[in-house]
């Protein structure tokens, strides 16, 4: 049995490692205020972002699904793996040897995903080493023909899967992997009889990797006429390889993804291949499986699709299967707030044939000539009808119409309702009724016009977040009167900056009395945690030691956004509202001194002077804070 990490190192890890890294491989971050971050949530479907990462903190929290954690509950949730593999992945990354009590073994035993990652990294090195062998120069010959240079196959890892039954098998086996990982990870198959055999012989290997790099599974493509399996053959479905949510290329366009706010998708390895090396880095191609809903989610968060500017790209091949992809991305293009495009190369090439007729820069201007996804949809549509007979003019309005009418950018559909009408030859009015009747039938399916709490600012309609646990207490059930939002605004500062309010400053917020009955579970939980008050991980053991309802409200105050422009104004922040809370408790201290003294006995000298010189000291204390 695998033996515990050592606190000390778990500890460790999470101190060097910057959350924001982690968080960012699977969402594109934004600034959104001094040491904060924002983007669409990956747990819950949404449009605009309520995901917050505070780096500082080491903490991420969604304030529209409730989902919170530190940077391990994140690769769990996000990855589906233990704890000790995230601790045994992120100490991989930040190259931090990791101690076992017990005598337990290496990180490269423990945990079955871990090697399940790891058998995939070996076929692939030993794929890669293959394509130099002699008896693979089909694959040699099929990459060059399609213009990619030995140069371009190992930035892309390709490789060869050798004709032999049993060789891949068999050089696992020899690094130490059973049969039984091997078939778990979907590298062999297993006959009638029990025996394991290669499951890629004779093919071209493509590497499949996750967003954050790993090798997860293979594409492979025929080579041989002796070949009587599929064209295309992937691996399939495991613990680690999710075909509805793989797509290749993704690990090298993300970055160019985010950054341009544009994503190409294309429909095959070679298409990716090719346009990645005629410039155009931001193609992913699905993976043996259509483009469907799991691949938006995942490209949504890379795009940071929140605000409406992005584009995503399609190219389709002009023939029959090409068109019917088309129109199944277009029954799901509302799913993206991105403006959706199709680019379709000069006679019908695709990528890979264009770059290989005509160059790189035929690629690029086959991308920056595309047309809007409607406009394609209803070139489309209009082909499959005869406009010479009334007949086909009506059907063809008919289907139309519908997509006219769920145009997102209502200014847009007058113009293409002209358009329509100048391709049908019909009359403006008559296809504007058609438009108009689409679109009552349209609303009347979403709710008689009424947005229901699932549909979106544009009208179209995505997964509402889950509400939170009833015995949960959030940000947002406080209430938002001053006496709260003061204690509450005190609280971020001590838990998000303890370097500008410092320990004594804490100390004393933790001291004084809370109107608030969910904050003040959460002010006792910071003073029971003072003496470990700014080091690494503090804000966890505060998390930790309350009450499970409140752990939720512990990480919203660690991330919520303090309204401040930069480091300075942080302090400055900090400074006023801890000051703030402080002046409430001494005039509440000064207005139960002055109640005592009323009620003291004038004879009684000695206690007479003790309350004035209270007050005398409160009100220092009050001048001091104001000044600071």
Not at 172 to 183: K, N
Not at 272 to 284: R, S
Not at 347 to 358: I, N, V
């Amino acid at each position: 049995m695998a033996g515990r990490i050592r606190q000390s190192d778990v500890e460790e890890v999470k101190a060097r490692t910057n959350i924001a890294d982690i968080v960012g491989d699977y969402v594109a971050l934004k600034p959104a205020g001094v040491g904060s971050l924002k983007g669409l949530c990956p747990f819950h479907d949404e449009r605009s972002p309520s995901f917050h990462v505070r780096p500082q903190v080491g903490l991420y929290h969604c304030f529209g699904c409730g989902e919170s954690g530190d940077v391990y509950e994140f690769l769990q949730k996000m990855d589906h793996v233990t704890f000790v593999e995230a601790v045994e992945r992120l100490a991989a990354r930040v190259g931090f040897s990791l101690h076992y009590e017990d005598g337990g073994p290496a990180a490269a035993e423990t945990g079955n995903r871990a090697r399940l990652i790891a058998a995939n990294v070996a076929a692939e090195e030993f794929f890669r080493e293959q394509l130099a062998a002699p008896d693979a120069d089909p694959a040699r010959r099929f990459l060059g023909e399609r213009g990619f240079d030995p140069a371009a196959a190992e930035h892309f890892g390709v490789g060869y899967a050798p004709r032999s039954w049993d060789a891949l098998g068999a050089h696992l086996r020899g690094r130490g992997f059973t049969t039984e990982e091997l078939a778990a990870s979907g590298l062999v198959s297993t006959g009638e009889r029990g025996n394991a055999y290669d499951r890629f012989r004779g093919r071209v290997i493509w590497p499949i990797r996750d967003v954050t790099g790993q090798t997860v599974g293979f594409g492979a493509r025929r080579l041989l006429d002796d070949d009587t399996g599929p064209k295309y053959l992937n691996t399939p479905e495991t613990a680690v390889y999710h075909k509805a949510q793989m797509l290749y290329g993704l690990d090298l366009a993300k970055r160019a993804i985010s950054r341009s706010h544009r994503v190409v998708v294309v429909e095959g390895y070679t298409d990716v291949m090719a346009c990645h090396l005629a410039g155009v880095d931001q193609a992913v191609a699905t993976c043996g499986t259509a483009f469907g809903v799991e691949h938006i989610k995942v490209l949504r968060r890379i795009l940071g699709d929140d605000s409406g500017v992005g584009e995503v790209v399609f190219t389709f091949d002009p023939d029959a299967a090409g068109q019917k992809a088309a129109l199944r991305a277009f029954g799901e293009e509302q799913r993206f707030a991105a403006q959706t495009y199709v680019a379709v190369g000069p006679e019908g090439l695709d990528p890979c044939d264009l770059r290989m007729a005509k160059g790189n820069a035929a690629v690029q201007r086959m991308i920056d000539s595309k047309r809007p996804m409607f406009e394609f949809v209803i070139r489309q549509a209009l082909s499959r009808y005869d406009l010479e007979t009334v007949e086909g003019r009506v059907a063809a309005l008919r289907e139309c119409a519908p997509i006219v009418a769920g145009i997102r950018d209502a200014a847009l559909r007058p113009g293409y309702a002209r358009e329509l009408a100048r391709m049908l030859g019909a009359e403006l009015g008559e296809v504007q009724a058609a438009v108009r009747r689409a679109s009552a039938g349209q609303t009347a399916r979403n709710g008689h016009g009424a947005p229901g709490p699932a549909a979106s600012r544009d009208g179209s309609r995505h997964a509402e977040p889950p509400p939170p646990h009833q015995a949960d207490v959030t940000l947002a059930s406080l209430g938002a009167d001053p006496a709260t939002r003061l204690e509450r605004e005190a609280l971020m500062a001590v838990l998000q900056y303890p370097q500008h309010v410092g320990s004594e400053r804490a100390a004393a917020v933790t001291r004084a009395g809370f109107a608030n009955a969910s904050l003040a579970v959460v002010r006792d939980a910071v003073a029971a945690n003072l003496d470990s008050f700014g080091r690494t991980g503090w804000v966890e053991r505060v998390a930790d030691d309350v009450p499970a309802p409140f752990t939720g409200l512990v990480r919203q105050l660690s991330v919520a956004p303090i309204p401040a422009r930069d480091e300075a104004s942080v302090a400055a922040y900090a400074a006023s509202v801890t000051a703030s809370l402080l002046d409430r408790e001494l005039l509440r201290r000064k207005a139960d001194a002055l109640g005592r003294l009323q009620r003291t006995d004038p004879s009684d000298r000695a206690a007479v002077s003790g309350i004035q010189h209270e007050l005398v000291q409160i009100d220092a204390e009050r001048t001091r804070l104001r000044g600071e």
